[in-house]
């Protein structure tokens, strides 16, 4: 099941998404119409009602990871960490450029692998929450044997860490769709700041690893780590900002 709403009114300020009228959870499918452009890393307003749900989930991630075992080590690391797109302050030929593009099309291809694995374990595994809305830490997805896409959404964004992604690049977050309300959790892999890639864990949103400007449909509200929040905000002209966070960071 989906991502729980805070309540509605709060929601409407700090989001100030009038639209949203009618909130409900669900994890299913979509149709689309125009891009916008989004600011994803805006500090959270004081009060904002998805802080303490977020911080919740933080203390008990960051609490039961030492608790996750995955019989085996990682065979697969250092993939791309800091990597840069092709030609960008560098020639297109030459080995830098190969590297760095050959290293690029391996991330994305592990990446589009992961999501159709994913969504095929879905299918089997599967399990809303029922009227109560609780997001699971990772070792509580895998002891259950299954969750709703909050918690599914964990082993992609916990594999991709491990597989060597950076940290500024891997975030959760929880999308909203206007159109009906219904909310979801995916994966962003922010190879550019401006335009992140989406995995969906259940195909609600997408089927493929798509860009967000891809899914007009949907609206990205929160993105968050185990110990980073932020809240995105549209932006008013066709052009990108970054949160002054985001700036210090390397763009991609």
Do not use: N
């Not at 991502?3 to 300020?13: E, G, S």
């Not at 998805?50 to 996750?68: D, M």
């Not at 791309?80 to 797109?85: D, H, L, Q």
């Not at 374990?121 to 896409?149: F, K, N, S």
């Amino acid at each position: 099941m989906p991502v729980m709403l805070p309540p509605r009114r709060l929601l409407a300020t700090a989001l100030g998404l009038g639209l949203l009228a009618g909130l409900s959870g669900g994890c299913m499918s979509p149709p689309p119409p125009r891009a916008v452009h989004f600011d994803y890393f805006r500090a959270p307003a004081p009060g904002d009602p998805w802080t303490p749900k977020i911080a919740g989930w933080q203390a008990r991630e960051r609490r039961s990871l030492a608790r996750v075992d995955l019989d085996g080590p990682a065979e697969v690391s250092g993939s791309g960490v800091g990597s840069r797109p092709p030609g960008r302050e560098q020639a297109t030929t030459g080995l830098r450029a190969k590297y760095v593009t050959w290293r690029l099309e391996r991330k994305r291809a592990l990446a589009r692998e992961l999501v159709a694995w994913l969504q095929a374990q879905a299918r089997e595994h599967y399990i809303p929450d029922g009227p109560i809305d609780h997001w699971a830490t990772l070792e509580e997805t895998l002891v259950r044997g299954g969750d709703d896409c909050d918690g599914l959404e964990l082993l992609a964004y916990h594999f991709l860490l491990d597989q060597g992604f950076g940290r500024e690049e891997i975030y959760r977050a929880i999308v909203v769709r206007p159109s009906d309300g219904q909310h979801h959790m995916v994966t962003l892999w922010f190879e550019r700041r401006d335009d992140p890639w989406v995995l969906d864990p259940t195909g609600a949103m997408t089927s493929e690893m798509v860009r967000m400007s891809q899914r007009p449909d949907w609206v990205p509200l929160k993105v968050f780590s185990e110990t980073e929040e932020y809240t995105v905000r549209p932006l008013p002209s066709g052009g990108y900002r970054y949160a002054a966070f985001a700036a210090g960071r390397s763009s991609r």
